[in-house]
């Protein structure tokens, strides 16, 4: 197994205790210390200097208070006396508290300022010193207890084949197995619904340690599967989720993995769609989910769903994905329900290759109009061609009809003759407006429908144009 290292909860003894340190430092000297300092120097003894005193101050409150002050001078050594004199710095003791640290007796370490140290108890005042780089000297050590707590901390543990180790401070430290377990918060999961195997190895990186909250969140759904190897896969809209779980010294972990719908994981996308089939779910899953997954599968297996799909509802997009299946070569086993609902989004380039599939569905008859004739059958190529001709028909009709009204000229030379109050007369003249202005669409280009109902106003038109020559001939002459 590859080195692991996971956030795990641990309820670890510690102590929290501060450094108490005294050291000797000096300071501005008062005017009084001074003073007292200069008595302590030139007095050949206590009773000369308490004599002096009296003389000084009488017997008021400063009378005591200098006879304090000889006497603390009086206890320093001459060195210490002349500075204060010479430099004017006194000296004085100080008290440093300022060194708190939590102490693991586990491991018998001690945590400064983020920084791992022995256990300072019992330590001597130059180990103190280095230790923690003082300058001044140490006149004093003890050890002020601030309480203790064994309240689950979230620590880094490092797990290999036949190791365990926790960072604190920032540091490794080796750890046993049956501390590791002492202290270890451990979570109620039901294992035993995991469906999948669990390891007993944690190869590669990306575990997490397993905690109720993720391990229920495997259950979310009920579109999943597993592979032979018993990993655990959960099929979401947008991608597959596989999940494996291993037990490490009594803990377990788990591992995610985002399998997009693309061809790397064809495999899986496969193996989702035939878990939804074998459990009836092939319904339930979102159509945008479904083609995706359709795009990557096997052929015949898209084949195998689309043909299910379609056979039950019309979906366009399943429709479509089928048309792309036909269109790379698959022709084969499709059934009819299918076959008919892809012909509904058809271009007119797959009517070849669907009329080939199967011809015994309904093709109207512009539909047969764009298969080639030599996939037709014989009345179907009939009912082509008569349908051909007819149009053809209709298109010659209108060109001639409307060659020879605007040949006529019949238009303007009537506009002299002709009775413009005339209802024929008005008619012909609102149709020569309609007929011979700009066509938007060519007669080649218009469907069965828009040409019927061009044919019939022109024949309408060639009536009127009829009656208003006739009339035109009458009145010329």
Not at 141 to 154: A, M
Request: one cysteine or more; glycine letters at 4%.
């Amino acid at each position: 197994m590859s080195q692991l290292q996971v956030n795990v909860q641990l309820n670890l003894p510690k102590f929290f205790n501060t450094l108490v340190l005294e050291y000797n430092t000096y300071e501005k000297a008062t005017f009084d210390q001074y003073l007292a300092t200069s008595i302590a120097l030139r007095s050949k003894n206590p009773k000369e200097a308490y004599k002096y005193i009296d003389e000084l101050t009488g017997k008021g409150s400063l009378n005591e208070h200098f006879k304090k002050l000889y006497d603390k001078v009086s206890e320093l050594e001459l060195y210490a006396q002349e500075k204060i004199l010479n430099d004017s710095m006194f000296p004085i003791t100080k008290i440093d508290k300022s060194n708190r640290y939590t102490y693991y007796p586990d491991f018998d370490i001690s945590i400064l300022n983020n920084k791992v140290y022995k256990n300072f108890d019992g330590l001597s005042f130059d180990e103190i010193k280095t230790m923690l780089m003082i300058s001044y000297d140490i006149i004093n050590i003890s050890i002020e207890e601030r309480g203790s707590n064994d309240k689950y901390d979230n620590y880094k543990v490092r797990i290999s084949n036949n190791s365990l180790e926790i960072n604190i401070g920032n540091e490794w430290k080796p750890m046993s197995q049956d501390t590791f377990e002492k202290y270890c918060k451990h979570s109620d999961i039901e294992i035993e619904r995991y469906p999948g195997r669990i390891k007993t190895k944690a190869d590669g990186e990306g575990w997490v340690l397993l905690t109720d909250n993720s391990f229920n969140a495997l259950f979310s759904s009920n579109k999943t599967f597993t592979d032979n190897d018993g990993n655990y896969y959960i099929i979401t809209n947008d991608y597959i989720k596989k999940t494996e779980i291993a037990e490490i010294v009594g803990l377990y972990f788990y591992r995610e993995q985002r399998l997009d719908f693309v061809k790397a994981n064809k495999a899986y996308c496969e193996m989702a769609i035939k878990s939804m089939q074998d459990n009836s779910q092939i319904n339930e899953v979102k159509t945008k989910t479904l083609v995706s997954m359709l795009k990557v599968v096997d052929d015949m297996l898209a084949q195998n769903v689309i043909n299910y799909i379609l056979n039950r509802k019309e979906s366009k997009e399943i429709a479509l994905v089928g048309l792309g299946l036909i269109r790379s070569g698959v022709e084969k086993n499709w059934e009819i329900d299918a076959l008919r609902s892809m012909k509904t989004y058809a271009l007119a380039n797959d009517l070849n290759t669907i009329y080939r599939i199967n011809n015994e569905l309904f093709f109207p008859v512009e539909e047969l109009a764009l298969i080639d004739n030599d996939l037709l059958s014989e009345s179907d190529l009939a009912t082509k061609k008569a349908y051909l001709e007819d149009r053809a028909n209709k298109k010659s009709f209108i060109e001639s009809k409307l060659g020879e009204i605007s040949g006529s000229a019949l238009r303007q030379n009537g506009k002299k003759v002709l009775p413009q109050s005339n209802q024929d007369v008005k008619m012909f003249n609102k149709l020569c407006n309609e007929m011979f202005a700009h066509n938007d669409i060519a007669l080649e280009d218009m469907t069965d429908i828009q040409l019927n109902n061009k044919y019939e106003k022109v024949k309408y038109f060639y009536d009127i144009y009829l009656t208003v020559k006739n009339m035109y001939d009458t009145l010329k002459k």
